[in-house]
């Protein structure tokens, strides 16, 4: 890996980690278009440490109070109506699926997967499911209403993240919109789920990043680290963003643009301008 591969790389995880328009994809995409090969799942799941870890310092106090309260309702059942309380096991509960289906089909997820027929069919086909969602989810529930439901299915959605093209966002966000749930309270939640399955995939993935063994681009620890940290800067500034787009606009930005971007890329590959593997 070139450095200028793991700067363009760092900030295209950071750009597209929280939007509903799929990390994985675009780094998959990105990597075979202006490089000529794949970054790798390895190189993808260390870099969404720096996303993740931005996810941590946005939403710290909302994590400090829902462990302690957490805890807190643990040793006093008083206290276990408190939101912040059932917050925690809705965290516990929504990655249940992610962490199953994540060790069960790792080897997939890895290999068969990354392909871009497959990304680009995802983005598109997902495209018509974040539009649905906009159009059928009533939008009318806070977050104050989540109930443990919403949490295993959202939790489900964010398994489907595992195939690349399908966005963890999207997913969570979609589903959250089809329970009734506002943009918001989706989003919110979405990030607060996101937090255990990517910080443990992508510890589970720092070895493979060193050596991958085939897989994927080499990169050096310095370049790894600086494409962490670029993720970082730039994934912060995407939370923000998001959370403020999301209260007075809708999803379909984000639907146009999986559409055109997955159309662009299957004329690609129909072409042989790009390989799919």
Known sequence: MTWLQAIVLGAV??????LPISSSGHLRIVSEIFFGTDAGAS?????????EAAVLLYFARDIGRIVVAWFRGLLH???????DYRMGWYVILGTIPVGVLGFLFKDQIRTGARNLWLIAT?????ALVIAAAEYYGRKTRPIEDLRARDGIIMGSAQALALIPGVSRSGGTISAGLFLGLTREAAAR???LLAIPAVVASGLFSLPDAFEPAGEGLNASG???LVATLIAFAIGYASIAWLLRFVVNHSMYWFVGYRIALGTLVLVLLATGVVSAT
């Not at 995802?122 to 997902?126: A, D, E, K, Q």
């Open 77 to 83: 059942a008083e206290h276990r109506s408190d939101l």
């Open 222 to 224: 310095s370049q790894l």
């Open 43 to 51: 190189f993808t799941a260390v870099t969404q440490l720096g996303t």
């Open 122 to 126: 995802m983005l598109i086909v997902f």
């Open 189 to 191: 939640y979405s990030f």
């Open 13 to 18: 995880q950071g750009l597209t980690e929280f």
